[in-house]
């Protein structure tokens, strides 16, 4: 939340001109780089035609929270009022999603989108958007999810009229999404003044800040009621949008001998494999044939035994890139390839019948296996040689045959306690965007520490443990990693001083309670073995503890990358450095950015330990150091 007063203390800011400045300050601190100007203009032209409402119905006394951020997500809703119900007594909570808007039109396939001439895609109804935020305040603010009554949704376009907006009422109205025009102002105000009394909301908007913040329903944990049952997700935004699109290009290749291809694409927490799930789950439930694919061991096998626990119709559901060599042609309506940044150049290998080996590209065969292939990817996880499920990579297949290509991004944050600051400041230590590392500035939603010693980042996740969190340790793959001996507990390879532990489990049994590897992120047992990126990528926990190795050391004013410190097999002599370079940097950044309240760092070399206090640890500094291309050992 960037600021939140009474309507008549907005207005009076705003009228002395300061309020723009003091939100932009605010929003600097909060998320580490400035408002667009567009955003800005925003805030100068819509905030006051709220207030100014607010003030004609002579509602001067409600508070007005601007710039709302939802929990667990850097979404944010323009404005959501506090007050005092009229009838009822009780708290009353209204939120209002602002449109500059002077014409809207719904899509010609889909009322939930809508073209507006500033943008060149559709983008999601205003009436489902503020519906949708509603929705996600009900399921995670304990404020409202024991009183689901209290909260009101109105999208209000203060520069268009009826006609310019017609049609954007298909979608149907509700009590948590109500569209409200210039000419229908004064229906707005009657709005406000029957679910708001002339009172002062300041202790509303003190309950509804102090409300418990339910906990994120993580992924694996509804995979079975999402896709046997209903739609668990709260899908917000552009991750309604991308789903809408799926569903339009369905609708399409249903009705006509139609075939597109879409791409969605997000940083780590944007919602991709939610999603994926969402549709996967709609689909099914339409009798629609589709599949779930990744690259993933882990995700798939993991996907296999929560979602279809009971069920093998389901597990069958979840296949591998690799499965598609033989696939008939468009056999499928729609294959969602998850975590497609894990595509290879080839589905053979070494254990591929001779009969199925083919020089066809992965790329090619998944395309060619569904009416709607969906590719849902983030370029900066590719971690292994080989790796090449890119955005250009994508568009290329397509074109060559002849197929439109359609981009979907996602910005929003909803891992690391929906903090994109976080995100953010992990991809600029990396060195993967930007020429300097900046230092931490807490944010309210993401927790971050370094610790001294594997030991102390252990006691600290048990602690966090005992309180009912999920915690995981990972590291980066600097140490061997042995077998397990039947009968024997695990090796304990990673070995820091005289604290040892083992690597999660290699096999796909259980081991002296100790899980398969596909289940190492989710199982409880998971705890007290130390997993890597391919166990972890793809997965969630609340608290994240990782380990720096010596492959990534910072040396003055630098990061240097060590290759020969690194012992993963898939980086042979013949891998260029400079991939190296960026497969080691991207699996720090899978690994940093799984947690989902906060996050514990250690580094076993001393020199980069201090580096990340100087850079984490308050108080906090304006300095920055100056990055330069990571130099590379040989050893």
Known sequence: MLFRDSAAAVTARRLEGSLALHLTEQFVHLHGYRPGMSEVRSWERSIPALTDALLDAGLGQVEVLLEYGLPLTSKRADAVLAGVHPTTHEPSYVVVELKQWSEAHPDEDDPVLCRVDAYTHPVLNPIEQVRGYCDYLVAFNGALAEHPERIFGAAYLHNATAFGVGGLDEVGESERGRLFTADRRGDFLSFLRSRLAPVSGAEAADQLLAGRIQPSKQLMKVAAQEVREREQFVLLDEQRVAYEMVLKAVRKAHEADHKEVLVVTGGPGTGKSVIALSLLGELYRRNIPALHATGSQSFTKTMRKVAGARKREVQDLFKYFNSFMTARRNGLDVLICDEAHRIRETSANRYTPAAQRTSKPQIEELIDAARVPVFLLDQHQVVRPGEMGTVEEIRVAAAAKNLACRVIPLDSQFRCGGSDAYVRWVVRLLGLEGEHTVAWEPDGRMKLGIVDSPGEL????????????????????????????????????????????????????????????????????????????????????????????????????????????????????????????????NTYKVLLTRGMVGTVIYSTDAETRAKLRELVQPPMRDAVSVRRRPVTRHG
């Open 458 to 585: 252990e006691e600290f996740l048990r602690e966090r443990q005992s309180k009912g969190y999920s915690a995981r340790m990972s590291a980066g793959y600097c140490w061997r990693w042995s077998d397990a001996k039947p009968g024997e507990p695990l090796p304990a390879d990673v070995v820091i001083g005289d604290w040892a532990r083992p690597w999660n489990l290699k096999g796909e049994r259980s081991v002296m309670g100790a899980p398969p590897s596909a289940l190492w992120a989710t199982d409880p047992a998971g705890f007290g073995q130390v997993g890597c990126v391919y166990t972890a990528q793809g997965f969630e926990y609340d608290w994240s503890g990782v380990i720096m190795g010596p492959d990534l050391v910072w040396r003055e004013d630098r990061w240097i990358i060590d290759r020969a410190a690194s012992k993963d097999p898939v980086f042979k002599g013949s891998t260029p450095d400079d991939d190296v370079n960026r497969l080691i940097r």
